[in-house]
């Protein structure tokens, strides 16, 4: 069974940084595209930043520039770095994983609070 754990939300002030981590089980994450969403209240989830089974990484508007996504084979972890946070960047970030076929696997979530 494949398990994604993200860690690494915690509250920083605004123009703070933050490392997220997702560290997946029961699959490996080379070779498979996988990603970060975040999703604040009474919004819809949104994608921030993808990372594909080639490396080509993808970021929403919003965190170009601020965000970084990458992946460690070795450790089957993917990381999003976040940097000169913002209060608008609060939210649940998720990690997802695409699998070959079936629908995709997410993580629980972890709780990122940028305060102002």
């Known amino acids: 069974q494949v398990q994604l754990v993200e860690s690494g939300g915690g509250l920083v002030q605004a123009g703070g940084s933050l490392r997220l981590s997702c560290a997946a089980s029961g699959s490996t994450i080379t070779r498979r595209t996988s990603g970060w969403y975040r999703q604040a209240p009474g919004k819809q989830r949104e994608l921030v930043a993808q990372?594909?089974?080639?490396?080509?990484?993808v970021y929403a508007d919003a965190v170009q520039g601020r965000f970084t996504i990458s992946r460690d084979n070795a450790k089957n972890t993917v990381y999003l770095q976040m940097n000169s946070l913002k209060p608008e960047d609060s939210a649940v970030y998720y990690c997802?994983?695409?699998?070959?076929?079936?629908?995709?696997?997410w993580g629980l979530g972890t709780q990122v609070t940028v305060s102002s």
């Open positions: 990372i594909t089974s080639t490396g080509n990484t």
């Open positions: 997802r994983l695409d699998l070959f076929s079936g629908a995709p696997i």
